[in-house]
């Protein structure tokens, strides 16, 4: 069993910056990949980026990459979402998952926290 806790979230004007942070529990932490994905309201939860057990291998949706970084610290427990240039459409609710598999699937996620709200104004 994986518990996540997301922090970090809040608001800011465009153009600026957040690290969005996701604390796990559990001593398994380091076998799962970790996601991010977001959710406007109305809309579906989407993939944001993806960081492999390791931390060797990362992967993003094309709307995020060159601005988002993800990363992880497995002695931590915790893995990192580094957002700059943020954009009025960044606004949304960021959730952290975990899976076996590193995919971008939602409805493949093992584990989910409950979200941190980023709201990006111009």
């Known amino acids: 069993q994986v518990q996540l806790a997301e922090s970090g979230g809040g608001s800011v004007q465009a153009g600026g910056s957040l690290r969005l942070s996701c604390a796990a529990s559990?001593?398994?932490?380091?076998?799962?990949?970790m996601e991010w994905f977001r959710q406007a309201p109305g809309k579906e939860r989407d993939f944001v980026a993806a960081v492999s057990s390791s931390g060797g291998s990362t992967y993003y949706a094309d709307s995020v990459k060159g601005r988002f970084t993800i990363s992880r610290d497995n002695a931590k427990n915790t893995v990192y979402l580094e957002m700059n240039s943020l954009k009025p459409e960044d606004t949304a609710v960021y959730y952290c998952a975990a899976d076996r598999l590193m995919v971008t699937d939602p409805r493949r996620m093992d584990y989910w926290g409950k979200g941190t709200q980023v709201t990006v104004s111009s």
């Open positions: 559990g001593r398994t932490f380091s076998s799962y990949a």
